[in-house]
């Protein structure tokens, strides 16, 4: 079946599980809990599907855009009032990986934020190993330009046709230490090595804001690239460094004050291309199609996963 935007397809690729569980534990960037999240094989047709393990009765959310409930500082999705945060990292390395059938069960609200980026998750892929699965994977095969624009924050996403699937992503901070930048990827195949290692980031300036919000409460230089841009009095950094537990350093030096150096210079942008893919995941099925986003955020992820996860609604329906 087709419509104006796109044409919904079995495509020669089969379906992906893992071939075994695994487990990676640590700090949630947000609630600061010790977390522990197990990543388990399932059955064809599936889909991607988180459990709280703690809660009572142990309540099963299904990882599509439909039920994401908060963008904040990361993708939240929900089943009533059960809600499992900053599910992005994790979620963008299945898609990566093919991985479109699979069980995590998580002990909390939030999934580990590990180093901050998605590489954890990709190296214990590669470790379990992929099986394949003799069902056949559907995938949205886009045929005519599908876009949104935020009115409000200047930001886009557009995808338009194309033989496979690529992601171009622009940022802009208006940041003297954080350039506008470019983040590419031309193919999915090239994630592993070009896109996973890069790490969530957040500038000084928000930092405060963030924890009367309650949120960043498991934040440190381990875990995040930290960007001093905005010069502060001596007494206010050393304040906020002292609220955030580091060190502190001389007020009028700005730059990056996270404990390892940059593995690219454009990986901020990285990352966010690596959240978009996240957010996109959560279509629930593989897109093919040029995606060129300005400025992406969690935000208008979702509403352009929600407007392209409706169009496969209305072809089922239809």
Not at 49 to 72: F, G, H, S, W
Not at 235 to 251: C, F, K, P, T
Not at 295 to 313: E, M, S, Y
Request: some cysteine; overall charge negative; hydrophobic content about 40%.
């Amino acid at each position: 079946m087709t419509n104006n935007y796109n044409d919904r397809r079995i495509s020669m690729q089969r379906q992906r599980t893992l071939k075994d569980s695994f487990s990676v534990e640590g700090k949630g960037l947000h609630t600061g809990l010790h977390l522990h999240a197990s990543f388990h094989p399932t059955s064809e047709n599936f889909g991607i599907k988180i459990q709280r393990t703690d809660v009572m009765d142990m309540p099963v959310i299904d990882v599509l855009a439909e039920n994401v409930c908060e963008t904040q500082r990361g993708t939240v999705v929900c089943n009533g009032d059960v809600k499992v945060s900053t599910i992005e990292h994790a979620i963008a390395s299945l898609y990566a990986s093919g991985i479109w059938n699979c069980l995590i069960k998580i002990d909390g609200p939030e999934f580990p934020i590990l180093d901050g980026s998605a590489l954890p998750y990709v190296q214990e892929i590669l470790r379990t190993g992929i099986r394949e699965q003799d069902a056949e994977q559907s995938e949205l095969i886009v045929t005519k330009p599908i876009s949104f624009v935020d009115e409000h924050s200047g930001s886009s996403i557009t995808i338009e046709p194309a033989d496979k699937f690529s992601v171009c992503v622009l940022t802009d901070y208006h940041s003297p230490v954080l350039p506008a930048s470019e983040a590419f990827m031309d193919d999915i195949s090239h994630f592993n090595d070009t896109i996973a290692a890069s790490r969530t980031f957040v500038f000084v300036r928000e930092i405060e804001p963030l924890l009367k919000l309650g949120k960043i409460k498991g934040g440190d230089l381990d875990n995040a690239i930290v960007i001093y841009d905005r010069m502060l009095s001596q007494d206010s950094l050393d304040r906020l460094a002292d609220l955030i537990g580091v060190e502190h350093i001389n007020a009028e030096q700005l730059g990056y004050l996270n404990h390892r150096p940059l593995v690219w210079d454009n990986e901020c942008a990285r990352h966010k291309l690596l959240d978009l893919l996240g957010d996109l995941a959560l279509i629930g099925m593989p897109v093919v199609g040029k995606v060129t986003a300005t400025r992406p955020g969690h935000t208008i992820n979702n509403k352009f996963a929600r407007i392209v996860r409706q169009t496969i609604l209305n072809q089922t329906n239809s």
